[in-house]
């Protein structure tokens, strides 16, 4: 699987080209996801030979840094965040030849001559990631303007989350619109550089056999989960004004259920792909006001255990308010509106400090209409579910009933067919951003959120923010370890189903 951002019919042996040289510029060049992502990324794509040397990476920041310090920085979160065996000292020292820094006020008029000059007036592509809080978002645009610096060839990259609410995010849309042209506007979820997440595509339309059964007449129910084990890890600040349903579900959730879930374009075309999303959104079944009490849960987690070692509750975590009702958990039960779909639920749910990692989306279809094995079975007859991973240990897993091997008569059990991908294509899978920096370099934006995906996604995510305020709807506690509250458990119980963890908890 290659992705599905390369232009339509170009040949297999260069959908994975290296880039003409560039300029990349990244404000909040000192910050976390600078270290922990970006900059481990763009390595590791220049290591595969994919970044012309001599393309330029620039850190940009208030913190007085000079170039070599910050390089020292660079060299120590590539040790820190990559495999030892991915990194070897010559390319990571050319690596480093292509870094310098810049010390640049965002809400200021210092030090944008510096970045200017250190710019010069090349023509070639200029990106400028804008790995910062969103308030600041539409300032760096206009100094950006101001300053001169952009050109025919510059695009901006916009980290989420994309506002705070509805209004917020057209606040950002629109000063950055009055900047940066639309087709230069790179809204990034990283969840759609995934391979995983890239394969559904060519698993439901490179596939006959799957599309014939993908509606509600054949399939019963879709869950889709994002699990973590990790607790805010220093984002404190950040997190207790955003939430599980801002932070995760608001982009990354619903751009998975679009991708499960949207017709088939009529051809692989940027367009073509966010059009069909788009149509998604606007089918999504409101929950509103009291729909919030029996169609969601709202979790915060406590102190417990993780992998045998205890952690702290969310109210002792650095940074967070011990009076927060901030939701570390989220679960809701939705349903698309349209031909397709119409009647069958969708199950969403994500969390922090639960019992795995894993991201994943189970398709549970219905049960054979009638069953000629009565009391053949040494287990029940079970429906048929396919099971995609996300991550970790990304592949494809299809549950079948079958017949168990022996004589003795004829007994079914369930059985596995495991598609793993690192069994099967024996290479690398390279992180996400990999892909997503350099699709910013060739302007390919399918793997990235179109303006009007983004206000639509916040049009539907804001009426439960609104319920949850005007029922006054708390979080529900949860030990830390475990699957969340048992809310969440009752919500799906309600509908006589049970979360995927619970029929398969060895995974």
């Not at 970006?38 to 994919?50: A, E, H, K, V």
């Not at 990476?57 to 840094?65: D, E, F, K, Q, T």
Request: glycine share 8%; charged share 25%.
């Amino acid at each position: 699987m290659t992705g599905f951002s390369e232009p339509a019919g170009e040949p297999p042996q260069n959908r994975q080209r290296a880039v003409p040289p560039f300029d990349y510029v990244i404000f909040g060049g000192t910050g976390d996801l600078t270290f922990r992502k970006l900059l481990p990324s763009l390595y590791s794509t220049f290591r595969d030979g994919l970044i012309d040397p001599s393309s330029r990476i620039i850190g940009a920041s208030r913190s007085p840094l000079s170039s070599e310090s910050y390089r020292a920085r660079v060299a120590e979160a590539l040790s820190r965040h990559l495999a030892p065996a991915d990194v070897d000292d010559v390319s990571r020292q050319a690596f480093l030849e292509q870094i310098s820094y810049v010390e640049v006020n965002a809400l200021a008029d210092d030090g944008w001559d510096r970045l200017s000059a250190a710019l010069g007036d090349s023509d070639r592509v200029r990106v400028f990631y804008l790995a910062t809080s969103p308030d600041i978002f539409n300032p760096i645009c206009r100094q950006l303007k101001s300053a001169g610096l952009i050109t025919d060839k510059s695009r901006v990259v916009l980290e989420k989350p994309i506002g705070h609410d509805l209004a917020t995010a057209r606040q950002i849309n629109h000063g950055v619109g009055e900047v940066f042209a639309e087709q230069a506007i790179f809204r990034i979820d990283h969840y759609l550089g995934k391979e995983s997440v890239q394969n559904l595509l060519a698993l439901r339309f490179a596939n006959a056999l799957f599309d014939p059964l993908w509606n509600s007449r054949y399939i019963e129910h879709i869950q889709i989960t994002v699990a973590e084990t990790v607790g805010v890890e220093g984002r404190g600040g950040y997190y207790d004004h955003a939430g599980a349903l801002r932070d995760m579900v608001q982009n990354h959730l619903l751009q998975v259920l679009c991708l499960v879930t949207m017709e088939p374009p009529s051809q692989l075309a940027t367009e073509s792909v966010r059009d069909e999303k788009l149509k998604i959104l606007h089918a999504l079944g409101p929950i509103a006001r009291e729909d919030v009490l029996n169609r969601t849960v709202r979790g915060q987690y406590r102190a417990g255990a993780i992998g045998g070692q205890p952690v702290s509750g969310y109210l002792e975590e650095p940074g967070i308010q011990p009076d927060s009702d901030t939701e570390t958990f989220v679960s809701l039960k939705t349903e698309i509106h349209n031909w397709r779909w119409a009647g069958m639920p969708i199950y969403l749910r994500t969390g922090k400090r639960l019992a795995t990692k894993t991201s994943e989306i189970v398709v549970h279809f219905r049960a054979v209409p009638h069953s000629i094995f009565p009391g053949y079975g040494t287990q029940e007859m079970l429906p048929n579910k396919l099971v995609i991973r996300v991550q970790p240990n990304e592949g494809v897993n299809l549950h079948l009933m079958t017949k168990e091997p022996g004589p003795g008569g004829l007994r079914l059990r369930e059985a596995v067919l495991n598609l793993s991908f690192l069994d099967t294509f024996k290479q690398r899978f390279p992180d996400a951003y990999e892909r997503l920096l350099l699709d910013v370099v060739r302007g390919q934006p399918t793997l990235f959120m179109r303006r009007d995906e983004v206000e639509a996604a916040w049009n539907w995510i804001e009426p439960i923010l609104d319920g949850w305020q005007e029922f006054n709807v708390r979080p529900k506690p949860y030990v830390s370890g475990t699957w969340g509250p048992s809310a969440s458990v009752g919500m799906i119980e309600r509908d006589f189903r049970s979360w995927h963890d619970e029929i398969c908890p060895d995974r």
